[in-house]
């Protein structure tokens, strides 16, 4: 399996972490809300983060009250981060790509992972090695770029009106899955696209059982404070699921 380590390109480290950096971020608005939704009660659990980032949910995992946690990324930059600035006595991080979790020679109550499934190439390989580290009962919460987004491979994202708003998303080959590249902050970033068929199949395979999924919306209140979001009525940026391992 390929991994990439776009995250410890400069240039896309500084241009990620200015967006990370924005209050208003969808990832501040949507996703990171609806993640936190999913998670089970933390007290005294062990927790797995895989693509763990600059570490902000390892931090909160254990100020929730979990036992351990262990916060991996393939990127050594993001991690310098995490260290500095989301340290805790109960939590440890490993430069580590999520493709080798079989080195991980424990158990979890739950593996959560924001917004980095998408950027490997083997999910059923994936999921059934976080089936083998959790615990009887234990859960995968998980965010990842919704597949109405990664299925887009050519032409234009979106159909505008004479005045520049966004009427409606345009879709392309949503069918084919496999390998995106696409330039997102620099060229050659690289993703995966699956259908919800495909994701879903996959978890089932592992013997999961889905217990919940979310594709946030703005409210009316969100509206009104940025009109821009109009646009995920449209087409959800992302997609999360919560599932149990029986």
């Known amino acids: 399996m390929s991994k990439q380590n776009i995250y410890d390109n400069e240039a896309f480290f500084q241009g990620y972490k200015s967006l990370r950096d924005y209050k208003n971020s969808a990832n501040n608005l949507y996703e990171k809300p609806a993640l936190f939704s999913l998670l089970p009660d933390l007290t005294h659990k062990k927790v797995l983060d895989l693509g763990c980032g600059y570490g902000e949910n390892c931090l909160l995992f254990a100020q929730k009250g979990a036992s351990k946690v262990i916060g991996l990324d393939i990127s050594s930059k993001m991690l310098e981060i995490a260290r500095e600035e989301n340290s805790h006595p109960r939590v440890e991080y490993l430069n580590m790509p999520m493709e080798d979790i079989p080195a991980l020679k424990e158990e979890f109550d739950l593996v959560v992972s924001s917004l980095a499934f998408h950027y490997v190439e083997n999910f059923d390989e994936l999921v059934k090695n976080i089936h083998k580290l959790l615990k009887a009962g234990g859960s995968l919460v998980f965010s990842q770029e919704n597949p109405l987004t990664t299925c887009f491979s050519s032409g234009e994202r979106w159909t505008l009106d004479k005045e520049g708003h966004k009427l409606y998303a345009n879709i392309s080959n949503y069918s084919v899955q496999g ?43 969100m509206l009104k404070e940025n009109p821009d979001n109009h646009k995920l009525l449209h087409k959800p940026d992302f997609l999360l699921i919560k599932a149990e391992k029986a």
Do not use: C
């Open 179 to 221: 390998k995106r590249e696409q330039k997102w902050l620099v060229d050659g970033v690289v993703k995966y696209h699956r259908t919800f068929s495909s994701i879903i199949n996959s978890l089932v395979k592992a013997d999961f059982q889905i217990k919940e999924m979310i594709e946030p919306a703005p409210s009316e209140e």
